[in-house]
C-alpha cells in the first residue's frame, strides 16, 4: 500500500516513476527521507495532499485565488491552473488506494470555462468527493463548490453570485449577448443540478442590483449560503471530513454487499 501512494505522489508531482531498488546497507532514516519527499513536493508543487486514518486514504485539493484558464496570469497572482488539478482529479478516480477527495476554496473566480471543466470532473466522479468553502467562494467558485457530494462553508466564509463579465474586447453586436446568455445558462443549470436552489431563485441573486456598488449581483455568508440552499451544511473542516469517511464506509459496504 506504502508504495502504490508513493507512486501516486510520483504521478502528482510529475517525477519520473522508475522501480525503487532497495539498498540494505542504507540507513533507515534516509530510507524514510525519500518516502517523505514526494508528499513534500506535492505539497510546494500542486498545493495537495494525500493522508490517511484507520487505513483510509484521501487527497486534498486546493482551489486558491484565481481560477487560471487559456491565458497565464501575472506573476504576482496567487493562481489555481486547471492543467495541474484536471490530471489529479483523473489520479484519484482511477486509484485503488484514495478513497475520498476533499476540495478546499478560497477562491475569487477566474476563467468560466476552465471553472467548470473542474467542476463538471468533480460533479461525475464515483469517488466520494467533499467540498469546502473558506474565506470566499466567489463567480465561478459558486459552480465548483457544489459540484462535490457534500457542500460545506464556514460561517464567515462569502460567496458572490453575479452574471458573466467577459475582459476585454467585446461587439456590442446581438450575437455577443447572446453568447452571454448562453454561457450564463450553463452556470445555472450546473447549479441548480447539483445543489438545492432554484433556477429562478439563483438568477434573482444573480440580477440583483440593490446590494452591490459597482456590480449586479448579491453576497451571501456562509448561513446565508446553506438557509438559501446553495450550500448543503454549514461546517468547518472536521465536519467535513467526518462526513467524507462516513461516505467511504457506506460506499465500501456497498460494494461488499
Not at 450550500?231 to 457506506?250: R, V
Request: glycine share 10%; aromatic share 6%; with cysteine.
Amino acid at each position: 500500500m506504502k508504495n502504490d501512494i508513493n507512486e501516486f505522489y510520483k504521478f502528482q508531482t510529475g517525477t519520473v516513476s522508475e522501480p525503487d531498488k532497495k539498498d540494505d546497507s542504507e540507513p533507515q532514516e534516509q530510507e524514510q527521507e525519500q518516502a517523505d519527499f514526494p508528499r513534500e513536493q506535492q505539497i510546494v508543487t500542486n498545493g495537495s495532499i494525500t493522508v490517511s486514518k484507520l487505513g483510509h486514504y484521501i487527497h486534498c485539493i486546493t482551489i486558491i485565488g484565481q481560477i487560471e484558464g487559456h491565458f497565464i496570469l501575472s506573476p504576482q497572482n496567487k493562481t489555481t491552473k486547471y492543467e495541474h488539478v484536471i490530471p489529479q482529479l483523473v489520479a484519484v478516480e482511477e486509484s485503488d488506494d484514495i478513497e475520498g477527495l476533499i476540495v478546499i476554496l478560497n477562491t475569487v473566480g477566474g476563467d468560466i470555462e476552465a471553472g467548470l471543466a473542474i467542476a463538471e470532473l468533480i460533479s461525475g466522479m464515483k469517488t466520494p468527493v467533499v467540498s469546502l468553502v473558506l474565506g470566499g467562494g466567489h463567480s465561478i467558485g459558486v459552480p465548483l463548490a457544489v459540484s462535490a457530494k457534500r457542500s460545506f462553508i464556514v460561517p464567515s466564509a462569502t460567496m458572490t453570485v453575479h452574471p458573466v463579465r467577459m475582459n476585454g474586447l467585446v461587439l456590442g453586436v446581438p450575437q455577443t449577448l447572446s453568447y452571454f446568455d448562453k454561457m450564463q445558462e450553463r452556470i445555472v443549470r450546473f447549479v441548480t443540478a447539483n445543489s438545492g436552489i432554484s433556477a429562478d431563485r439563483f438568477r434573482e441573486l444573480m440580477m440583483d442590483t440593490g446590494e452591490l456598488v459597482l456590480d449586479v449581483g448579491t453576497v451571501l455568508d456562509g448561513e446565508s449560503a446553506v438557509r438559501e440552499g446553495l450550500i448543503d451544511e454549514l461546517g468547518g473542516l472536521s465536519d467535513a471530513l467526518d462526513y467524507l469517511y462516513g461516505l467511504i464506509l457506506d460506499k465500501n459496504e456497498k460494494d461488499v454487499n
